[in-house]
């Protein structure tokens, strides 16, 4: 068997690499360790940059996402019991879209099955060899058959816990991490958004946010313990949470079903190349952001509309952009790094400070309303969530 281009990843990242070569005739396949349905179930992001929508718009996949995404045009942030809207569209014109990433690959994934692309789920045993040299390989096994797949590259969409990055000799590649002394606990609720535009707030009991899924679902967030299982929150506990963090006078939190509920890890970590002979990495196999910036998906996205056109240009005879891809990428995802990093500590509250906790949650409060207040400083939060050029 082979390919052109061999991905292993059936996340946003590889599918939408293998769905731009696919609109540009270059052969590919992807190799998925998990089955289609735990791909289609899996519960993540919910923000798209407008650059990541227009990119989905261009390759053919913005049906029902401008028929079901919900544009918002800006933000509120909420500090001190005071919500304070912050309206991008208003300062520099441009907006974002809440539309699930489960729903993104659920369009991928229709479009591929329509399309009649090879995607194997359920491989086991992936592995990537021979990067160095001109023919590397993917082998694997399915459906109890062993696979060797034969490529002009391999490309890492198979996120932070996949094998791609960890084919690269330690030698070669440093890793720029850190961690955060808190975690993000989720859930999805039947219940319609108490809010019109999602909600970032700091609290004194800690971080808490009010996104949606549709006019139906909520989604709300919360800042646990990172030590903290779900089975030590409770549906009721979580509302009651809910309600101390988000309250402000004359507002109501709507409650309902609580239908999904997980506890996620923050991290920030970039791994110092993106490339290593002819292996490529994109998404999160290459970078990890706090969620509190909504930069994963959008940052996966990116790259890969980077990556698929630097391949498209090299097919058509030209290297130059996939030879700087991993530094053009990388040069995007430090500044995406610096303001996830940013958002995050402005608006969680670290329980390891024992020293000046006191101090630096109204130095966090003094932060938020500078900003609130200053349309420099907004103008610039704006450029940033609505998302830097790809
Ligand atoms: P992934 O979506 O991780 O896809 C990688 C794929 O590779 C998966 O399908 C995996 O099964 C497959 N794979 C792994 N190992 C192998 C292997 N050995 N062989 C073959 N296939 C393999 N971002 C936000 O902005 N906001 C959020 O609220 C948010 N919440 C998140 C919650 C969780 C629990 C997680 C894990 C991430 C969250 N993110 C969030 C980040 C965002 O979802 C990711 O940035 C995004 O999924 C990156 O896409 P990707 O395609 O690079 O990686
Ligand atoms: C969502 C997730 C984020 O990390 C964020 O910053 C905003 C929204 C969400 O899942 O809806």
């Known amino acids: 068997e082979n390919t052109r281009v061999a991905i292993i990843g059936a996340g946003p990242a590889g599918l939408l690499l293998a769905w731009a070569l696919r609109d540009a005739g270059i052969d590919s396949i992807v190799v998925e360790n998990r089955s289609q349905d735990y791909v289609l179930a899996r519960i993540r992001a919910g923000v798209l940059e407008q650059s990541a929508v227009e990119t989905l718009t261009r390759l053919g996949l913005g049906e029902r996402l401008h028929a079901e995404g919900l544009e918002h045009d800006g933000i509120y942030l909420q500090f001190a019991g005071e919500r304070r809207n912050v309206d991008f569209n208003e300062l520099i014109g441009r907006t974002v879209t809440v539309y699930g990433q489960q729903e993104v690959v659920k369009d991928l994934i229709t479009a591929h099955t329509a399309a009649g692309s090879t995607i194997y789920y359920e491989a086991a045993d992936v592995q990537v060899l021979g990067l160095e040299s001109k023919t590397p390989r993917v082998t694997f096994v399915h459906d109890r058959e062993a696979h060797s797949i034969a490529a002009d590259f391999i490309?890492?969409?198979?996120?932070?816990?996949?094998?791609?990055?960890?084919?690269?000799?330690?030698?070669?590649?440093?890793?720029?991490?850190?961690?955060?002394?808190?975690?993000?606990?989720?859930?999805?609720?039947?219940?319609?958004?108490?809010?019109?535009?999602l909600i970032y707030a700091l609290h004194e009991d800690g971080f808490a946010m009010h996104s949606m899924r549709s006019p139906q679902v909520s989604r709300l967030y919360l800042q646990v313990d990172t030590a903290d299982s779900i089975d030590q929150w409770s549906?009721?506990?979580?509302?009651?949470?809910l309600q101390t963090r988000l309250a402000v006078p004359g507002w109501t939190l709507n409650e309902g079903a609580i239908t999904d509920k997980s506890i996620t890890p923050m991290r920030s970590f970039v791994a110092s190349r993106l490339s290593y002979g002819n292996l490529f990495l994109a998404g999160d196999s290459g970078h990890i952001v706090p969620p509190t910036g909504a930069k994963g998906l959008n940052s996966a996205i990116a790259d890969v509309t980077l990556l698929g056109a630097a391949l498209v240009s090299h097919y058509a005879g030209d290297d130059a952009p996939l030879s700087g891809y991993g530094e053009t990428a990388l040069r995007r995802q430090w500044r995406v790094q610096q303001f996830s990093q940013s958002m995050t500590e402005m608006l969680h509250r670290d329980p390891s400070d024992l020293q000046s906790a006191a101090f630096n949650y109204r130095s966090q409060l003094g932060r938020l309303d500078y900003l609130t207040d200053s349309v420099i400083a907004q103008r610039e939060l704006a450029e940033q969530y609505t998302g830097l050029p790809f």
């Open 155 to 197: 490309i890492g969409a198979d996120g932070f816990h996949g094998v791609c990055r960890a084919s690269i000799p330690p030698t070669a590649l440093t890793l720029y991490d850190r961690s955060y002394p808190f975690a993000w606990l989720g859930i999805l609720a039947d219940v319609p958004p108490s809010t019109d535009e």
């Open 235 to 241: 549906d009721e506990r979580i509302w009651e949470a």
